[in-house]
């Protein structure tokens, strides 16, 4: 879907955020190798959960102030890893890759972010390809609301709130704006 714009927002201290909003090619990278999606700027897809990580930030002991960014980011090119057919395709290269001897074997059991800091390394045009991936979150302490009932154990297809649209961004160039996210004439930080 050529044009597609995403609205996206994350959580962070404002010094970063200051530094990320006056420079033009800088982001707030994290250097993540575990279950996530690999290094780069992690971003959330709508204000609850962006204020979710704020509360999770301040639980776990950041004093800092912290502000919500919001970005107008290039839909198009995304990794889309909440479509099966997508995540096959991918799988398939990483076997075909350890095939070719460019990854040892060994490496088929790491976790997603691992593998693909790798494929981002190895393959030379993956990261102008796929710029941005996506991926669901299950969050299974996500609070319950009064507008619908979901059970996160279920097998049972059901609408639920446990389930968070996580982006990442690889590089810049793909944030077509980027500004501190206020409501109604007020800034969300501390």
Known sequence: MDGQV???YHCNEQNKCLKFLNEKDYLISS?????????GMYFWDNVSNAKFWKQEKIKK???SNLCILCVKVSGDNILDLTDLDICNKIADIWIKLIKKGKIKSEKNNMPLGEKLNILYKIIPDFINIYPVIKVFGKYNKTPKNNLFCYNIN???AEPTLASKCIYNIKVSKCILEKEQFFYKGEYIND
């Open 31 to 39: 250097n993540e190798d575990g279950i996530w999606l690999g290094s």
């Open 61 to 63: 002991g950041n004093t």
């Open 154 to 156: 279920t097998n049972e």
């Open 6 to 8: 995403l609205i996206l």
